[in-house]
């Protein structure tokens, strides 16, 4: 097992391998990978850039694990309650889940009005049973809580699925309302085909921590929920081309430049985000990526580089990194 790997709220370590052959826990390399992507998502610092080289021997799956580390501690930033005041603004005919009394019920949200001088919410059961079917339901502050409303299925109301069994068995305490959350927690810039060519046949293993002999497999691209892999409304990671990062309206906390044309694109708009980890292989790092980073590294804050906990001081064999730290509003 990797040292990498035991610094992460894990309770099963995921192993590697392609479709119907598991092979060994994730090599050195992988694992860091893995690691530094949980890193640096923990580590997004108001008012700091946390910028990132790595060189390594071949791309390939190393963005894509370093997203998936991202991911991993965005989980234990999940919250799962819907406030009443977040409830009014969704969408009429949005799909919601609720309780009505034991039963559990899926329906679609109605207006919003006004029920004997209280704010009222509809929402019009979608059960094709006789007696539920088209019923509707008033929600006001005073039941809202009683209704235990979700924008998820309730447990025992449908399968949860491979992806959101896998993060189970994954993670230690996992809260399965973090699939539904609507947040994009970091951005990998890369060539979109040949990214997605380079991890379809890997796979993930985990074991059922109740039948540590069987293992549940999973799709690492599934695994990324992103826009290009998955059904979910909301991408937990928006994988887009260096050519239209530029035209990119939102920003997030963390970013992977992977390759040497995303190394270009994303000096010239680092204020998409906060946290950059640019990864090139070392025949990509001549001496044009070299001034690159050079533009970037002149300014430097020294000084509250500190702040920046587990700086690690020695990677895996092949990898070689570099990790500095910029004022938000540096000159660059």
């Known amino acids: 097992m990797s040292l990498w ?19 060994d826990t994730l090599p050195d390399w992988a694992a860091f990978m893995v690691w530094y992507g949980w890193w640096q998502r923990q580590n997004i610092l108001s008012g700091k850039r946390v910028i990132t ?13 370093c997203g998936l580390g991202a991911l991993l501690a965005s989980t234990r930033f999940v919250h799962s309650e819907i406030s009443w005041e977040y409830f009014l603004t969704l969408p009429d005919g949005f799909e919601i889940y609720f309780k009505d009394g034991t039963k559990n019920i899926v329906g679609k949200l109605g207006e919003v009005s ?10 019009i059961s979608s059960s094709t049973s006789k007696r539920l079917e088209n019923s509707v339901f008033h929600v006001l502050e005073g039941n809202f ?7 998820v299925p309730h447990v025992n109301q449908h399968n949860m699925g491979t992806i959101s069994q896998f993060y189970k068995f994954m993670v230690t305490d996992f809260d399965r309302t973090w699939l539904s959350s609507m947040v994009t927690e970091c951005r990998i810039v890369t060539n979109k085909a040949q990214w997605g060519r380079s991890i379809e046949d890997v796979v993930l293993f985990v074991s059922d921590d109740k039948k540590e002999d069987e293992y549940l497999s999973c799709n690492l691209q599934w695994l990324l929920l ?13 994988v887009v081309s260096p050519k239209t990062l530029n035209k990119l309206n939102e920003n997030v906390g963390l970013t992977f430049y992977d390759g040497i044309e995303s ?13 950059d980890v640019f990864i090139l292989t070392h025949n990509e790092y001549d001496y044009h990526a070299y001034e690159l980073i050079s ?24 990898i070689d990194a570099v990790v500095f730290q910029l004022p938000i509003a540096g000159g660059v």
């Open 5 to 23: 790997l035991q610094q992460l709220p894990l309770k099963s370590m995921p192993r590697i391998g392609t479709i119907g052959n598991m092979f």
């Open 53 to 65: 080289l790595m060189v390594v021997p071949d791309r390939a799956c190393c963005s894509a694990l």
């Open 114 to 123: 006004e029920l004997y001088g209280a704010i009222s919410r509809k929402i």
């Open 145 to 151: 809580g009683a209704k235990s409303i979700s924008l």
């Open 226 to 238: 992103t826009k290009i892999s998955s059904s979910y409304s909301q991408a937990k990671i928006s």
């Open 263 to 275: 190394l270009q694109a994303g000096v010239n708009n680092l204020s998409k985000s906060n946290n």
């Open 295 to 318: 533009q970037l590294s002149q300014y430097r804050d020294t000084e509250s580089f500190s702040m920046l906990p587990e700086v690690p001081n020695e990677v895996p064999k092949g």
